[in-house]
């Protein structure tokens, strides 16, 4: 087990051994879960995206940048950051997704993995920076419940949609990244952290887009036992729903990144942390742990917690999510 001197009323390592986090299984999928999601994904497949590049905003690490808006599922239009090679064709491409409370700039996620790269980085619905939306709360809180009465309501049904809107935007901005765009046109990575993590395992096994993708402290991994941890993330917030509306768990199964992730045949780069304060770790190595295709794991000592080595640990995974992409999509 990790630890560090913190002020929590909770242990944000829950108790786990490594050893321990490395079993912590999935839960069963409803019998309609796989129908379920190829639904959605065909749903969103068919949205006319009708992106548009605004002015450049920023020119950094070969990269220009640009505003990006586009349409998702029931008209909402999004917005985001486009990132192309300021010199040459985009030769890869990049869904680059974002923690809960969005993004106000593209920040440290760029530049993509990979040199040559073209990157789109949306804000899903309701979230912070370009994605708020009427009607949908941007506080974590708020935004992780909204709608969640039926599982065609749930707003984390559609913020998946979002990122296979975003998706499609990139490949109608950048077409020789499109399949068909040409000979070998590559298919496209995806990284997520926290919030985009747990997204990104629900949106990856429908999407045969995608062909490799580093998910760091995945977030909605094993919500029942999520609703039994206490934390400081999201997650907390559903626990106090669940309190009041226990029949919410058949609605959480069809959004469990864990139960996702036992489809998720493409190359994956799991990073889970030993003590994380807002995900707790279990549900974090839940995700890794059912992954049906190749899969690494690189362990962090905490995550959504500043601490000695972070910088470090940072930068030991920067190196390998060069690596792993140069070897799954270079």
């Keep these: 087990m990790t630890s560090f001197v913190h002020d929590f009323p909770f242990d944000p390592s829950y108790g786990y051994t490594r050893d321990?986090?490395?079993?912590?299984?999935?839960?069963?999928?409803?019998?309609?879960?796989?129908?379920?999601?190829?639904?959605?994904?065909?749903?969103?497949?068919?949205?006319?995206?009708?992106?548009e590049i605004g002015p450049l905003e920023d020119e950094r690490d070969g990269l220009r940048i640009h505003g990006v808006t586009f349409t998702s599922v029931g008209g909402v239009r999004l917005g985001g950051w486009l990132a192309l090679p300021t010199e040459g064709a985009a030769e890869?491409?990049?869904?680059?997704?974002?923690?809960?409370?969005?993004?106000?700039?593209?920040?440290?996620?760029?530049?993509?993995?990979?040199?040559?790269?073209?990157?789109?980085?949306?804000?899903?619905?309701?979230?912070?920076?370009?994605?708020?939306?009427?009607?949908?709360?941007?506080?974590?809180?708020?935004?992780?419940?909204?709608?969640?009465e039926s599982r065609d309501t749930y707003v984390i049904g559609d913020c998946v949609a979002d990122l296979w809107c975003a998706a499609s935007a990139l490949h109608e901005l950048v077409?020789?990244?499109?399949?068909?765009?040409?000979?070998?046109?590559?298919?496209?990575?995806?990284?997520?952290?926290?919030?985009g993590g747990g997204l990104g395992a629900l949106a990856l096994p429908w999407d045969d887009r995608f062909g490799a993708?580093?998910?760091?402290?995945?977030?909605?991994?094993?919500?029942?036992?999520?609703?039994?941890?206490?934390?400081?993330?999201?997650?907390?917030?559903?626990?106090?729903?669940?309190?009041?509306?226990?029949?919410?768990?058949?609605?959480?199964?069809?959004?469990?990144?864990?139960?996702?992730?036992a489809q998720l045949r493409l190359p994956t780069l799991v990073a889970a942390a030993l003590f994380d304060p807002s995900v707790p770790p279990p549900g974090q190595f839940a995700v890794h742990n059912a992954v049906a295709g190749p899969r690494e794991?690189?362990?962090?000592?905490?995550?959504?917690?500043?601490?000695?080595?972070?910088?470090?640990?940072?930068?030991?995974?920067?190196?390998?999510?060069?690596?792993?992409?140069?070897?799954?999509?270079?």
């Design 175 to 195: 077409p020789e990244l499109a399949p068909g765009g040409g000979p070998g046109a590559p298919r496209l990575g995806y990284l997520g952290e926290s919030f």
């Design 213 to 261: 993708a580093q998910l760091t402290v995945p977030t909605f991994g094993n919500h029942p036992l999520r609703l039994t941890l206490r934390c400081v993330g999201s997650g907390d917030s559903l626990r106090a729903y669940h309190r009041e509306h226990p029949q919410v768990t058949g609605v959480l199964r069809y959004f469990d990144a864990a139960t996702a992730a």
């Design 92 to 148: 890869h491409g990049f869904v680059i997704g974002h923690g809960y409370g969005g993004r106000q700039e593209p920040g440290p996620d760029l530049p993509p993995p990979l040199p040559r790269s073209a990157a789109i980085l949306p804000c899903v619905r309701g979230m912070g920076g370009r994605g708020l939306w009427p009607g949908i709360p941007d506080a974590a809180d708020a935004h992780v419940r909204h709608g969640i």
């Design 297 to 330: 794991l690189q362990v962090l000592s905490a995550g959504h917690f500043e601490h000695e080595g972070l910088a470090g640990e940072a930068a030991r995974l920067r190196g390998n999510r060069e690596r792993f992409f140069r070897a799954h999509l270079g």
């Design 20 to 51: 321990e986090l490395l079993s912590v299984p999935a839960p069963a999928a409803p019998d309609d879960f796989a129908a379920f999601w190829r639904a959605r994904h065909d749903k969103a497949r068919k949205v006319a995206t009708e992106p």
